[in-house]
């Protein structure tokens, strides 16, 4: 039931994390690990140790070079992180964040991200993610061990995970799904490229307006037929762009 839903751990420095995230998951019914770029050693025993007889998840853990190849085939992308950020995502709590999960099509594959122990999720890790989730702590102390953010989002995912809902939602046509992240970076390049070329943007007078708007359609959840939509009319513009004249100008009936 919880199939489509992964646990992402990036740069995670202490095997011991590794296990004890693995456990929190197994506890809860998850089973997808993705460790992006760890820093500590995989497999080791010291993992296996602290796995407890999460093996079944130790196994079936796959290691990705980096964040942006791990979550390449990936509909749904959610950052966590304690942190106020410059440009922030729009952000949920843990019960809120399962709640979206499990109103998702099962059909989309959905990943729940986690940062490295000495800094958490950078500001570029986060911009390729669509939503934030905090875990409401107390003001005085608001970073968690990282498996011990892993349990209290895996706890919310299990108690919010209804089978009874989930089996009866329709699965969507191809062109209906969410867009991949991979799908998304091709469109935001697209974007980028006809931005400068038709010049709305101008990176040296602001660097900001490019991410407030790559922000803009994350927070969307794009579908793959909407993404093929915007990137038409992006087409378009290059074109008219470049002749310098409306399409009706040019002989087009439409
Ligand atoms: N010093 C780091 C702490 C990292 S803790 C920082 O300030 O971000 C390791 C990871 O656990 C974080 O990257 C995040 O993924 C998760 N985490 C810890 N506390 C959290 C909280 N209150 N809300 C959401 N995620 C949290």
Redesign the pocket.
């Known amino acids: 039931m919880l199939d489509n839903i992964h646990i992402i751990l990036i740069n995670t420095t202490h095997p011991g994390n590794i296990g004890a995230a693995a456990r929190a998951m197994k506890t809860m019914g998850l089973n997808n690990l993705i460790l992006a770029n760890p820093y500590a050693k995989f497999p080791s025993a010291e993992i296996t140790a602290r796995a407890a007889g999460a093996d079944s998840v130790l196994e079936n853990t796959k290691v990705f070079a980096s964040f942006a190849e791990a979550i390449k085939d990936f509909n749904v992308v959610i950052g966590?992180?304690?942190?106020e950020r410059r440009l922030p995502l729009q952000r949920l709590t843990a019960r809120e964040c399962a709640e979206f999960v499990c109103a998702q099509n099962p059909a989309e594959k959905i990943a729940i991200?986690?940062?490295?122990?000495?800094?958490?999720?950078s500001n570029e890790e986060l911009a390729l993610c669509q939503r934030q989730?905090?875990?409401p702590?107390s003001p005085d102390c608001?970073?968690?061990?990282?498996a011990a953010?892993v349990q209290v989002i895996a706890y919310e995912v299990f108690v919010a995970a209804c089978a009874a809902e989930r089996a009866e939602m329709p699965i969507k046509a191809a062109h209906d799904r969410l867009a991949t992240s991979a799908e998304l970076q091709q469109f935001y390049e697209h974007l980028e490229q006809t931005l400068l070329e038709i010049e709305f943007l101008n990176p040296v007078v602001d660097k900001k307006i490019f991410p407030r708007l790559t922000r803009l359609f994350n927070r969307a959840c794009l579908e793959t037929g909407e993404v093929n939509l915007l990137r038409g009319l992006l087409k378009a513009l290059r074109k008219n762009s470049q002749t310098g004249c409306h399409p009706r100008e040019s002989g087009d009936p439409g």
């Open positions: 966590t992180s304690a942190e991200v986690f940062g490295t122990e000495r800094s958490g999720m989730v905090v875990i702590t608001t970073s968690l061990n990282l953010a």
